[in-house]
């Protein structure tokens, strides 16, 4: 098992739709969660982290924590095509100093 | 203020030859990292500097060494270049213990090795 699982893709939403990514960890000691964004060539960027179970919005971005469940999610409202991007999932392990490990990322294609 | 910055940008390589990365920051951060990423396999851990003086394996260090000059740059070499180290390379950087965990990514080597 992968210790940061996301789905490949693509996928594919129209422009304003919900776009939902999805990503499952495997170390119940994971603390920290944080979703980086990457266009085509370019290096990963942060948008969101998030620390606690719940929900936690900036602006379009809503990110999910569900400890219990091991997975984190990432909602982009009123998508446009300029968030087409690759989204990389990243946890923090515990015990791992400073480390965080990637999942492979979601490509996301917005349709205009 | 640049961020981080590596140099350089693009490399090819013929089988055996050694190179040396370079990344340097100007944030005045405490940790650096090497990762690679390579398509299906996302990005992995090479090797990080928890702080200057400092230097660890990560999850994919063999073939590599590396060296923390000062607390600005990291160094990452192939002493001896393979195939299979074809990949894009990212140093990446980040305050520090008790800091924020953000990582600060630069702009990436693409190094082909033939």
């Known amino acids: 098992q992968k210790e940061v699982e996301q789905n490949s893709g693509p996928l594919s939403v129209p422009e304003g739709a919900i776009a939902s990514l999805n990503c499952t960890y495997s170390d119940r000691g994971s603390q920290s969660f944080f979703w980086y964004r990457q266009y085509s060539g370019k290096s990963p960027e942060l948008i969101m982290s998030?620390?606690?179970?719940g929900d936690k919005e900036d602006g379009r971005f809503t990110a999910q924590l569900n400890k219990a469940s091991q997975y984190v999610s990432l909602l982009i409202r009123d998508s446009q095509p300029s968030d087409s991007a690759t989204y990389l999932c990243?946890?923090?392990?515990?015990?791992?100093?400073?480390?965080?490990?990637f999942g492979t990322g979601t490509k996301l294609q917005v349709i205009p | 203020n640049a961020g981080v910055t590596q140099t350089p940008k693009f490399q090819v390589l013929k089988t055996g030859q050694s190179m040396t990365l370079q990344c340097a920051q100007d944030m005045n951060h405490n940790s650096m990292y090497w990762y690679r990423q390579d398509p299906g396999m996302g990005l992995r851990l090479i090797y990080y500097?928890?702080?200057?003086?400092?230097?660890d394996k990560g999850e994919v260090p063999n073939g590599y060494n590396v060296s923390r000059l000062n607390k600005r740059e990291f160094s990452l070499r192939l002493e001896s270049a393979a195939p299979s180290q074809t990949s894009v390379y990212f140093c990446a950087s980040n305050p520090g213990r008790g800091s924020s965990e953000t990582q600060y990514f630069g702009p990436g080597t693409r190094l082909l090795v033939l």
């Open positions: 990243a946890v923090n392990r515990s015990g791992g100093y400073q480390k965080v490990t």
């Open positions: 998030i620390y606690s179970n």
């Open positions: 500097s928890a702080s200057e003086g400092t230097t």
